[in-house]
Every structure is written in C-alpha cells, then in structure tokens.
C-alpha cells in the first residue's frame, strides 16, 4: 500500500512538472509563430511587388513553404478566398486557427486585411509594411515574456508539485 502511495505522489510530481513545461512551452510558441509569420509576411511581399500572382496563390504557396500554425493560417485563408473575399477570408482564418498567438498577435495581423485584395499592388505593399512594423514590436514584447516567463512557469511547475507532495505525504 505504502508503494502505492509514493508512485501516486511521484505521478503528481510529474504531471505539475509538466503542466509548468507545458505554460512555457507557449511561450517559445508564440515567439516562433511570430518570427515566422514575419518571414511569411516578407515573401508575400516580395510576391506581390514581383510576380503580380493573385493572393489565393501566394497564400497557398506560402502556405506550402511555412510549418505549423502560420501554415495553417496562409492554407486555410486560400481556401476561404474561393467564396469570400481575401479580407475577410485573412479575419476568418486568423481566428479560425488554433495558434498560440494572443489577441493583440491576432488584431495586428488583422490589420492586413483593410486593404488587402482591394488596392493596387503599392496599397497592398504599404500596408503589409505597416503590419509588419506591428509585429516586429509584437515580436519584441513576445521576447521579454518568454525571458521573463519561461523560467518561472518551469520552476512553478515543479514546486507546486513537490508542496503537494510534501503535504499528502
């Protein structure tokens, strides 16, 4: 019975380990998720002043060329594109994708789509411009927290498991 007892505290101890883990894990998540929407962002630009493609196929080869939830996100707002427009199509799939951004990731990558697919090809550029700016200040602020907390969720994590162990022991 007294064996039973320890492997439980022991299994306690090693699921509040890696629920702390897991915290952090979003963190580094979301700095990914951002760095690479801004490389995403950057060949969209590029595709947009050079090729004169139409977005649904930018988007889908970006798509092609991104991992993970950036992926995601490019795929599903091509798919969007065959029945609604690319703005609101862009809104949908930045919502509809389960990523580890936050809500002001979210907003600033909506902010694409006031103009896109309904300017001329210098609107369009402009304005992922601007977005851009936002996320690299976006990018910045997902820097210092995951500094700030990614030690801190990993280390809770453990000590929480371990004063529930101390106090059923």
């Not at 995403?40 to 590029?46: D, E, G, K, V, W």
């Not at 103009?115 to 090809?121: A, I, K, N, R, Y």
């Not at 820097?143 to 030690?151: A, G, H, S, T």
């Amino acid at each position: 019975m007294l064996l039973v007892k320890y492997f439980m505290l022991f299994l306690i101890l090693i699921a509040s380990a890696l629920l702390g883990k897991n915290i952090a894990r979003k963190y580094v998540n979301r700095l990914k998720e951002l760095e690479e929407m801004r490389t995403a962002l950057n060949i969209f630009r590029s595709k947009v002043s050079f090729t004169y493609a139409p977005i649904p196929e930018i988007f889908e080869e970006i798509s092609e060329n991104s991992k993970g939830n950036v992926g995601k996100i490019f795929s599903l707002a091509s798919k969007k594109m065959e029945s609604i427009t690319a703005n609101i199509a862009w809104n949908e799939a930045i919502n509809d994708v389960d990523s580890n951004l936050n809500k002001e990731d979210k907003k600033v990558l909506e902010n694409l789509s006031k103009l896109l697919g309904q300017t001329d090809v210098e609107g369009q550029i402009s304005q992922i411009d601007i977005t851009q700016k936002f996320l690299d200040n976006q990018i910045q602020e997902a820097i210092e927290e995951k500094q700030k907390n990614e030690k801190l969720y990993s280390k809770l994590g453990i000590t929480i498991g371990l004063a529930i162990v101390v106090i059923l022991a």
